[in-house]
């Protein structure tokens, strides 16, 4: 079972970086604020009827599956 | 002799007590018969990959012969320990909306290894991340560093690890704690020595689809219960908690916002260094396979975590109204990791308590297993079989190597799960996670991506990193004020991530560029040149 020293091709270090850098972004923005401005996401949305905060932990669950998808998905067809 | 004999008394009691206040502590005959139907069923799968286990690559990779969505659902059972389950559900039973933080951080993580780190792993390494890390750099150093580094997180998630099975089975079956400890011993060696990988990723992955099933199901009935409304959940959490709305937002993390950040950064990276989960990358076929499988663990990975959403304020805002699952404190009979099984007997009665009693017992045995192959792999392969074998590294004699490296784990584990008894472990899962994300996160990284990383600067960074996050942790909170006893820390951060991450890269920067290489011996087969160590790879692969 020999391992083709390619089959890492389809890996874009720009495209990785700029992702990682989404993910980063995201999660430490909710991060920052529960630890600085925790009163100010405690408000309800409204059409969701959850606080803020709960909202955006949500989105930050979610952003982690789509990053995942685009990433993979990208990638491996590039890989052929 | 004699405090053995109170502790046992202590305990018999402690289990009579519960047997008469609920469900739990009384086995039910659903329970034990689960119970047994899990043990057997692992077993049959062991006794089936030993028939298939016959090499090296077999035993530490399962011949890189699982597919990608296999090896998705056997990372996401790698990753969802008992910990993820009954203690988060716990933690957001008994504080809120800080619990579901935690929850969110452990998401992070694994999109951050596929997007930097998977594909690599499969070009540069064999079985375990010590060999990523050796193809690149030269000399003994570096590799008996890097499966030092695997071992010791290995042993702090392990002791973990036992003394929550140990209580969990003790609470559940009504077995002492000390038998209990010597089962789950006993079924974790027998699962890797003779099904090494193979057993171990089936195991997992049952474990994996039985834990997704019983999440969801538990988020349905949650759910329906308050008419699908989570907003109705939240009013009703709100209605019956102490701390009224404070639960609905972070309280912990705004209090002291330097150690929530530190938390922040230790629980995404932690998990990108966990030895364990990226062990798991070696198990399939080539690197489209590794990306495929981290893509299907995000995905179930991440809806488990949202569930907890569901499940941990459902705990939160049901248990309190039943007063039949609380002491005469008004705490919960057996302790606080037992929310998510008090909510699932409110729920489903008899029946899904036993289920979700027999889940936990799985997820236990599954991680444990994990984790022993991991750290038997450290010991059998990166240290025993590369540095005193390398040159005439014979796969049968490995595998013998592993084996006895597993049943002294076994042992060892046995012996700290009933050295640590009674004792609040909760803070080695944060001393293994912040050990990962300042030591193998780091060197991993840089060894990737850096090619002026030096052996030497590798040994330093990372050992700078692994002490000073030990000695931090000792010094914090967690240990010197809550296990020690004393009035203030003296280091206030908990985790002490935030410093020792920055501390570790730094370190690593400065050895590389300051401190003269190391000279690799002539006729070493591990070279620091890329291409020299990905041809050596290959030749070592192709034979």
Known sequence: MRRDLNDGGGESLGFGLALTAVQVLVYFTFVLMCCFNARGIAFTVPVLDIPFAFAFGLLVILCGIVLTIIYVVRTNRMDG | MKKWITAFAASASATHALAAGGAIGSPSAIAVLLFLAVISITLAITWWAARRTSSASDFYAAGGRISGFQNGLAITGDALSAGAFLGLTALVFSSGFDGLIYAIGYTTGLPIVVFLMAGKLRQLGKFTFTDVVCSRLSGSAIRVFSACASLIIVAFYLIAQMVGAGQLIQLLFGIDYNLAIVLVGVLMVLYVVFGGMMATTWVQIIKAVLMLCVGGAITFLVWKQFGFS????????????????????????????????????????????????????????????????????????????????????????????????????????????????????????????????????????????????????????????????????????????????????GLFAIALGIAFKGQNVAYMISLAFSIACSSTFPVLILAIYWNRLTATGAVVGGSVGLLSSLVLTVLGPAIWVKVLGHASPVFPMDPPALITVPLAFLACVIASRYWAPTESTPGDLRHSSPHRGKAQLEANQAG
């Open chain 2, 230 to 409: 989570m907003g109705a959940l939240l009013r009703k959490a709100v209605e019956v908690h102490p701390g009224k709305d404070a639960i609905l937002s972070p309280t912990a993390f705004a209090k002291d916002p330097l150690s929530g950040l530190s938390l922040g950064i230790a629980l995404m990276l932690g998990t990108a260094g966990l030895p364990h989960v990226l062990m798991r990358f070696f198990t399939v076929p080539d690197a489209k396979a590794a990306r495929t499988s981290v893509l299907w663990a995000t995905i179930f990975m991440n809806c488990f975590y949202a569930m907890i959403f569901v499940i941990g304020f459902g705990a939160l805002a049901l248990l309190r109204t039943h007063p039949e699952y609380m002491d005469a404190k008004g705490l919960l009979i057996g302790g606080s990791n037992t929310a998510a099984l008090h909510l699932s007997h409110i729920l489903g009665g008899e029946i899904m308590f036993g289920l979700v009693s027999a889940v936990a017992f799985a997820t236990i045995l599954a991680v444990v297993a994990g984790l022993t192959l991991s750290g038997a792999s450290a010991i059998s392969h990166d240290i025993y079989g590369a540095l005193f074998r390398h040159k005439t590294a014979d796969a049968r004699d490995e595998i013998r190597i592993v084996r006895v490296a597993t049943i002294a784990l």
